[in-house]
């Protein structure tokens, strides 16, 4: 398989807008302020946009996207036609193939995580008083740590790429000492046999 210069923009693309998303959904982080109800003497919580759990589901998905078209293309390095055999291509293929999968499912979950903690709201307290009343609000960070891996998915989808296009035999194998031999023939060579006239 040789190097696709499309395929390699379309992954990076997809990473890159996705980091943006998970950069954009760290800056968006829902906050939350403790309000008195003018009603009664109980306290509640108002929380500011969502925008950073919409963010983060787009990074979530455009980050699956770009794994589903690089595993795609290479068949996930299991259904392939084959690797050359004991090569360093062979071993960065593989090495980078499963840095790849670690950094993408650890960007996947801290988005799919992050995306569901700031969609949780504390609507309303029963507390009256409302001085110890906590607001659950998604950690400072968590984001952030889905950006970077998404980075770190990026590089390892980029070398994996690279190195399994480099390993890549395309379902042929060089065969070596293998095959019929050339040698000499067991029998006798016989005259050549006249045409009568």
């Not at 990473?15 to 302020?33: M, P």
């Not at 000499?184 to 016989?190: E, G, H, R």
Request: glycine content about 10%; proline content about 3%; some cysteine.
């Amino acid at each position: 398989m040789a190097k696709s210069v499309p395929i390699l923009t379309c992954v990076t693309a997809l990473h890159l807008i996705a980091f943006v998303f998970a950069v954009g959904a760290e800056r968006r982080r829902s906050s939350a302020k403790v309000v008195p109800d003018p009603y009664d003497e109980r306290t509640y919580c108002v929380y500011t946009t969502d925008a950073s759990t919409v963010y983060g589901l787009i990074a979530f998905g455009l980050l699956l996207l770009s794994q589903t078209v690089l595993n795609g293309v290479t068949r996930c390095l299991c259904f392939g036609k084959g690797l050359l055999r004991g090569t360093s291509s062979t071993t960065c293929a593989i090495f980078f193939f499963v840095f790849s999968w670690i950094s993408f499912l650890g960007a996947e979950a801290c988005l799919l995580a992050g995306s569901a903690r700031n969609a949780y709201h504390t609507k309303y307290r029963g507390i009256f008083g409302g001085d110890d009343l906590s607001c659950a609000t998604l950690r400072k960070g968590v984001f952030a740590a889905g950006a970077a891996l998404t980075l770190l998915s990026l590089l390892g989808s980029i070398f994996y790429y690279w190195a399994h296009s480099r390993a890549d035999t395309g379902g042929w194998e060089k065969h070596q000492n293998e095959g019929l031999g050339m040698t000499s023939s067991s029998y006798a060579q016989q005259p050549p046999e006249f045409e009568k006239a």
